[in-house]
């Protein structure tokens, strides 16, 4: 079997009951967390303004938009996918040379299984499969130091999420990976130098396209089925060689997944801690501070 084949056997195979009381009680928590980030952006100026372009192009008002209102699911995907990540405030994941934001996928899947007209336990099945997906290839096919951003891997785990949210059989949600990770790779510019509006946005359009691409396999439309390892593939031009055996995977990576305490980057939690003890116990007072030393990684 292709990889592409594999991935697209463990969507048809999993189900709710796969899923540990442990990995439940996350995925809730992470719902909840992202639900609270998206609430917190809805004056963003970015957020207005895409708000402003859903609403001047309209579309079939099959999805709810955070806020109210609704609109087709590739643009309700776009839209509540920006609010979660705004604020930059919702969930982590670490792995080796990679960083994600799996709950970047919530918007999507939410599209998704409203449109398709499913209940909580699907809602936790679908974002269990993005979370899976997009942590599981972090792991083994980080592309940070090539140059692209976490957002490729992304492609991959919101067409799965959807595709298990719609109820795809094998064939269609192959064929919306095949197409998703075919065309959409991201560069990491986005969060490099002098940022922009698309710090926050370039995981919403990830999204939305490919609940869009998703959309079309669900139709029939076809993706290249050597997506992973065919001549120009993903491990060929962007990631390398890699294994992952999607027949042995679970649904408990979320269960290794971090929310945040601080609103600020990931990595400088455990800084930020560390200061405000350090102020508490030596009643610094900012007024008094010269200089600051820092060291970090690359």
Known sequence: ??????????????????????????????????????????????????????????????????????????????????????????????????????????????????????????????????????????????VRAKGFDHTTQGSYAVAAGVSKALGLDPERAANAIAISGTAFNALRVTRTGPLSHWKGLAYPNTAASCTHATFLAARGITGPPLVFEGNKGFMESIAGRFEIDWSREDLERVTRTSVKKYNAEFHSQSTLEGVLELKAEHSIRPDEIERIEIETFD
């Not at 292709?2 to 009381?21: C, G, K, M, N, W």
């Open 1 to 142: 079997m292709t990889h592409v084949e594999q991935l697209s056997a463990f969507i048809a195979r999993v189900s709710y009951a796969d899923l540990s009381p442990a990995a439940v009680e996350q995925l809730k928590i992470r719902i909840l967390d992202s639900l609270g980030c998206a609430i917190g952006a809805l004056d963003g100026e970015p957020v207005r303004l895409i708000r402003a372009h859903v609403e001047e192009f309209g579309g079939a008002p099959r999805c709810t938009l955070i806020g109210g209102g609704a609109g087709p699911p590739d643009r309700a995907a776009l839209y509540n996918c920006a609010l979660v990540r705004y604020l930059d405030f919702n969930d982590s994941y670490i792995a080796p040379g990679e960083t994600c934001h799996p709950s970047d996928n919530l918007g999507a899947v939410l599209a998704a299984v409203e449109y398709a007209g499913g209940d909580g336990r699907g809602l936790l099945t679908a974002l269990a499969v993005a979370y899976q997906v997009q942590c599981r290839l972090s792991d083994v096919a980080p």
